[in-house]
């Protein structure tokens, strides 16, 4: 087992199967060596978990669990394409989108779900530059979603 699957199963965690796609594109796609994943949606064994706007129907603490679960399904999506997640070198860029009722401006609080999420499981390459951004809606009425972009060993 890989050691950034032996963190996460310290956590309680594991990588779970990619959450299918809800229009056309893929999951992850690979260039040179990066790997760019499309945005995750806190998707749960094929259901989103939540939905509603952070700061009126979702808490900010529920919301970072939320992001927290799409960090995990952008790691199945990177696994997707390289299959050895421990040939990720660097978690390089994650970019966060948080459905924010008007009033809310704690999109970086929610995101720390993902980014703490990808510290414990990757460690030192777990550290990376980040954007949180409020939105008015999601596909599907998600409150988070969240992309990455990690760079892998050649």
Known sequence: MAQVEQNLA???????EVAKPVA??????????????????PMVAGNLAATGKVGADVTPAQAAELARTCALNAIAAVK??????????RVVKVVGFVAS????????????????????????AGVHARSAVGVAVLPLDAPVEVEITVAVAD
């Open 10 to 16: 310290k956590l309680g965690l594991e990588v779970p």
């Open 24 to 41: 056309a594109y893929v999951p992850a796609l690979r260039e040179g060596n990066l790997v760019y994943t499309s945005g995750q949606l």
């Open 80 to 89: 997707s394409v390289v299959g050895d997640l421990d040939t990720v070198t």
């Open 101 to 124: 009722d008007p009033a809310f401006t704690g999109q970086p609080g929610v995101i720390n779900g993902a980014s703490e999420l990808l510290g414990a499981a990757f460690g030192d």
